[in-house]
Structures are given as C-alpha cells and as structure tokens.
C-alpha cells in the first residue's frame, strides 16, 4: 500500500514537472486550504476536522493518501511566497465548478469555527479573484457557508 501511495505521488510529481507545473491541483488546493487555515494565527481543531473532510471528499483520498498530501502540503507552504504559484495551477487545471468548490471549501473551513475573521475573509477574496470567480459567486459562497442562504 505504501508503495502504491509513493508511486501515485511520485507520478504526480512527474507529469508536473513535465508540464511545468510546481504542484498538481490536488497539492495546491489543500496549499490553499492550509492557508486559510493559518490566516488568523489560531489552528483550531474545527478548521483542522473542516480541511481534512474536505480534502478526503474532494479528492477521494484514504487516510494514508491523506497522511501523505498533508505532508507534502506543509512542505510546500512553507516554501511558498505567495497564491499565484497555486492559482495558477488551479486555472490550468480546473473547471469552473472545480474552482467554485474550493472557494465553497475555503469558506466552510473560515466558518468551521464559527468565528470569521478578517483575515479569512481577505484571503478568501484575494484567492477568487485570483481564480476569477465573480464577486456574486464569492458572496454566494460566504452566505451558503454561514448557513444564510
């Protein structure tokens, strides 16, 4: 199991670096999860459950998949410098629906803790602009998150 595991990744990384990408869609949509996640300095175990069941569902993940993508996550986020680099892959890579849903993702995540902070909610912003999502999904998205639509 372990070696199917490596090898998917290993594979991921290949066609990546193949097409020039420096993530696959999977790896920067959790970077951008994991994100908003630290936005507001405080890891909550709310937001940490929320990211977690929305990257198994989204991507059809075990848990050992899991284990490995949030691995890889933290490794990439921390040499990260900016979204781009992973919205860009998103662009490349996504449908509009795809691309909705993870705004929808980002959204349940800042709200998970029923606290939405500022800061949540400028990246969540900064993120579908960079993914050009219409300012009228984004507000869609945010009322359906808190339950107000």
């Not at 507001?40 to 990257?55: C, P, T, V």
Request: net charge negative; proline share 1%; charged share 25%.
């Amino acid at each position: 199991m372990i070696t199917k595991l490596v090898n998917w990744f290993e594979e991921k990384t290949r066609q990546n670096e193949e097409s020039g990408q420096g993530s696959s869609q999977e790896v920067a949509t959790a970077v951008l999860l994991y994100e908003l996640m630290r936005a507001d300095g405080d890891f909550s175990a709310q937001e940490q459950h929320a990211y977690e069941h929305i990257l198994r569902s989204h991507f059809s993940l075990d848990d050992s998949q899991l284990n490995e993508l949030l691995a890889l996550t933290k490794e990439k986020a921390s040499q990260a410098t900016d979204f781009s680099q992973f919205t860009r892959v998103i662009n490349a890579t996504s449908s509009v629906q795809q691309k909705r849903g993870i705004i929808d993702g980002l959204w349940k995540i800042a709200y998970s803790d029923d606290v939405l902070d500022p800061e949540e909610e400028h990246m969540i912003r900064r993120v579908a602009d960079l993914l050009y999502i219409p300012h009228s999904q984004f507000i869609k998205s945010k009322l359906a998150a808190s339950g107000e639509l």
